[in-house]
């Protein structure tokens, strides 16, 4: 089992200490008591119990001691609950030792799933209309078959949409999507885990989504070619599943490749968006926004892109109408954005590095500011605060409109321009839900 640590080192930029992030920690399922450990050494076993009216399932299993065990209760006839597994490629030699287990109750819900080898895989609808598609191979049945890929799926109200691909070795995926019963459109989630090292079975990647409320939509790929014995990390969650706040019509995107990536996305209330792309190794990217309900709730935006080695980047947002716009590629380098307690206007931050062993933090609270960092080059430092003493948040009436402006560079360069961030979450935004 995977035990995540989000890669947050104590980061010293200009005088200011970075606190760490504790991702959660996936916590598998044990088996069905009706399932016994499965039959006989060698054989399969499958179970299904249906009750009510309209519920279908079909179960393929090739190879060995494979187990499948569904429920599905059915509450219409002429919309069907539809259960579909297949945990083999018809040989012999893939598909041993799988376990699938669905639970589906209500109307009208769908559950496909595909396995290969010795994965684990958990679903369960409640309510209208939800789906879910499972694949635990690789996409070309080509590569070696994958393995010890654990799923787990819960999706309840109406309208909610799953897909997970995963591929290679010890890959993980949590999903939590709520919905009201009579929503037209739910929580759209998507996550694609790929694992080329077919020859180390300690790397894996972990992506843990969570929704709660209506047509929120998150996307996440994670991808990993090398030797190294992490994999990458990705975690987002919008709206509380407790049911203390519900986010409706919120985004997030996180795009991994490479070496021992983390990135967190935390989102409560209504209207923000985030997008990370990450290509390198040990990055780590971290939104949040309006995390902890602050009244003055609005239409965050931030988006964040990297490239390069050991760089760290974070926003964290509060308020309304907040920007923050980050890009760094090169070596060594930091980041960071804090904005808290905005009220009518909104802040604006666009930090864009390129150099070796950059740093930049920009703090802004209140209403009206505005920073801009440009730095292109070697060893360049850059420090803004504004309305802000020390670490208390102070009183937002009193903030004003400060404005700052700091661009430093040795050598030619390509900055000084909107983040390639923000182009790409400007489009993903407008992904519509199935």
Do not use: C
């Not at 309006?290 to 990297?306: I, K, R, V």
């Amino acid at each position: 089992m995977k035990n995540s640590i989000l890669y947050i080192a104590v980061v010293f930029t200009a005088g200011f200490v970075h606190a760490q992030q504790t991702p959660k920690v996936v916590v598998k399922k044990q088996q069905q008591s009706q399932v016994l450990n499965d039959a006989i050494k060698g054989s399969n076993f499958s179970q299904i119990d249906q009750v009510g009216i309209g519920s279908d399932a079909e179960v393929f299993q090739q190879g060995l001691e494979n187990a499948s065990y569904i429920h599905q209760t059915g509450t219409l006839g002429f919309r069907n609950n539809f259960a579909y597994l297949l945990q083999g490629e018809g040989s012999e030699n893939r598909s041993d030792r799988n376990y699938s287990d669905f639970t589906q109750n209500g109307t009208g819900n769908t559950i496909y799933a595909l396995q290969d080898d010795d994965n684990v895989l958990w679903s369960s609808q409640l309510g209208n209309n939800n789906y879910a598609a499972f694949t635990q191979n690789f996409p070309s049945v080509d590569v070696a078959p994958t393995r010890f890929n654990y799923i787990e799926s819960s999706q309840s109200g109406s309208g909610n949409y799953y897909t997970i691909v995963q591929g290679g070795f010890n890959n993980e995926a949590v999903g939590t999507q709520i919905s009201s019963v009579d929503a037209i459109r739910g929580n759209f989630a998507s996550k694609t885990q790929y694992n080329y090292n077919t020859n180390d079975k300690r790397n894996g990647h972990t992506a843990i989504t969570t929704q709660h409320g209506g047509e929120n939509y998150i996307e996440q790929f994670q991808d990993n070619k090398t030797t190294s014995i992490k994999g990458n990390y990705g975690e987002v969650n919008q709206g509380d599943v407790n049911g203390t706040a519900v986010a409706t019509n919120v985004y997030a995107e996180q795009t991994q490749s490479g070496t021992a990536q983390e990135a967190y996305i935390d989102q409560m209330a209504s209207d923000n968006d985030a997008f990370q792309d990450q290509n390198g190794r040990r990055n780590t990217a971290v939104v949040e926004q309006n995390l902890f309900g602050a009244s003055d709730l609005g239409g965050n935006f931030a988006a964040q892109y990297q490239r390069g080695d050991d760089n760290f980047v974070e926003t964290v947002q509060a308020g309304g109408n907040n920007t923050s716009l980050q890009e760094q590629r090169g070596m060594d380098n930091h980041s960071r954005t804090v904005q808290e307690f905005g009220l009518t206007e909104g802040n604006y931050v666009q930090v864009i590095q390129k150099g070796d062993n950059l740093n930049s933090f920009v703090r802004q609270r209140a209403n009206g500011n505005n920073s801009i960092v440009d730095q292109l080059g070697d060893n360049h430092k850059s420090v803004i605060r504004q309305n802000a003493t020390g670490s208390s948040l102070g009183n937002a009436i009193l903030n004003g409109s400060n404005s700052a402006i700091v661009i430093q560079r040795n050598g030619d360069g390509d900055l000084s321009r909107q983040s390639l961030g923000k182009a790409r979450s400007d489009y993903s935004r407008f992904y519509l839900l199935p």
